[in-house]
């Protein structure tokens, strides 16, 4: 991995949506924008350890709306991730129970970037709980599904990473695989909340 | 939900279906509330998958960035320790020093020992020609001729002993390394004087007496007797005692 890549704001988009790239792209938002937001969130009342937690938070929901085309370029990257890291933070503060006064903090400091991004965090929340589900399947499970879906090989390339006789027993893995984690989605209490609300 | 629908889903999600296959999927999603349901969940897993590839990969990348970030903070400590290899090295020359002074500590307690102390300030009395009376002529010769068991047999014979007397009867029997006579004889002088209101000898006793006392390994009375001197300037000792160094004075002190 280098070190001292630089990207502007658009290269950087463009990088987070190329897996190939991804590595260096997240790289570079931990040199540019990690220590500036840890003693961000330090100042709102974050220990460096939860600081630390929320800035991989913020650089993972920053990929996944960038990938889903969901970022316009209307604010600056480093003003729409400062935005993120104080919603997820607010949220952790929230859980947390932390007292009335930071809340109040949060919320007379809170700008339209971060009114915007709210809904982002809003639906991540459910992600971020949910995504233990994939952590229990097992290993060659989460391998296979995450060849397939997110590194976007085929079922001959697959065949040719892991130990497997041919397509149709990797597409057969696979099959298997997401239909386990699919079950076990519906039954987390989350979606179940989630169904219930759309039924209401 | 069927197993075949449920794999139509996949192979829909997976965009496998063509044509045909393709539109009755969607229309199955479309008119079936529990396949477009379980097509939601199916989504959804696939998101959660992505989601957690992206959290590996940050995760790494953090793992490298913060130990990166470590070796850079401790290189800018060391090459910014200037001041810090100073404080390292002067430290470590304390520590020699230290080990060094613990060092010859240990060697001089080792080498300082009452006849070490003896030998090096040990020197003989010369006697003065204007000293003593005329009595004194064949005391006061066998005494310059160093004839010490003379200088013995002439003190011993004597019936009325003076200071002088008593005194280079000590300094006889320490040359003849008889250091416990020749503490009696300056004890004598000692005695003399403190009878007489003019003292005689007294300093050169005193001196004596306290390297008598190291001789015959009494290193006790012998530094109280060295301290004596060393406090009164007006001695006639008091420089030659004082350039018995104070250390060689503590370990008699603490060997004794």
């Known amino acids: ?200 | 939900m069927s197993l075949s629908n449920e794999q139509i889903l996949i192979d829909y999600l997976d965009n496998r279906l063509e044509g045909a296959d393709r539109l009755e999927a969607e229309q199955l999603i479309r008119e079936n509330a529990a396949a477009a349901q379980e097509m939601e969940a199916l989504q959804f897993s696939v998101e959660l998958i992505r989601e957690a590839a992206v959290l590996d990969q940050v995760q790494e990348v953090r793992k490298t960035f913060h130990a990166t970030a470590k070796v850079v903070t401790l290189q800018k400590k060391e090459n910014g320790a200037v001041v810090r290899s100073f404080s390292k090295n002067a430290l470590r020359i304390a520590a020699m020093v230290l080990v060094l002074l613990g060092a010859a500590s240990v060697y001089k307690y080792s080498v300082t020992s009452t006849s070490s102390v003896y030998e090096q300030n040990f020197a003989s009395f010369e006697l003065a020609t204007s000293r003593g009376s005329n009595n004194d002529g064949e005391l006061e010769k066998a005494y310059r001729n160093k004839n010490w068991t003379a200088v013995e047999s002439i003190v011993a014979g004597q019936k009325d002993r003076t200071q002088k007397s008593w005194f280079l009867a000590g300094m006889a029997e320490m040359e003849l390394k008889n250091y416990e006579k020749a503490i009696v004889s300056f004890d004598k002088v000692l005695q003399l004087n403190q009878k007489n209101t003019e003292p005689y000898f007294q300093d050169e006793a005193e001196y004596y007496l306290a390297l008598s006392h190291l001789g015959a390994k009494q290193p006790e009375q012998a530094v109280a007797i060295l301290k004596k001197i060393r406090s009164d300037k007006d001695h006639l000792f008091y420089k030659k005692a004082s350039a018995i160094p104070a250390i060689d004075l503590k370990v008699l002190d603490i060997k004794h």
């Open chain 1, 1 to 200: 991995m280098k070190a001292g890549e630089f990207y502007s704001d658009e290269e950087l988009v463009a990088a987070l949506r190329q897996n190939d790239n991804l590595n260096k792209a997240i790289l570079f938002i931990y040199q540019n924008y990690s220590e500036k937001l840890s003693s961000f969130l330090i100042n709102y009342g974050a220990s460096e350890q939860e600081a630390q937690d929320v800035f991989q938070e913020t650089v993972v929901a920053f990929t996944d709306i960038v990938k889903k085309d969901s970022y316009r370029l209307e604010a600056k990257i480093g003003t729409f991730l400062t935005a993120v890291a104080k919603n997820i933070w607010f949220n952790e503060v929230k859980k947390k129970e932390r007292s009335a006064f930071r809340e109040k903090q949060f919320e007379k400091g809170r700008d339209q970037v971060e009114a915007d991004v709210s809904h982002f965090i809003n639906e991540r929340e459910m992600k971020q709980q949910m995504r233990n589900l994939v952590y229990k399947l097992d290993e060659p499970c989460r391998k296979i599904l995450m060849l397939f879906y997110y590194e976007n090989l085929s079922m001959k390339e697959i065949v040719q990473h892991l130990p497997y006789e041919n397509e149709q027993v990797v597409r057969n893995k696979k099959s298997k695989c997401l239909q386990n984690l699919t079950g076990m989605v519906k039954s987390h209490p989350l979606m179940a909340n989630l169904a219930n609300k759309k039924n209401q």
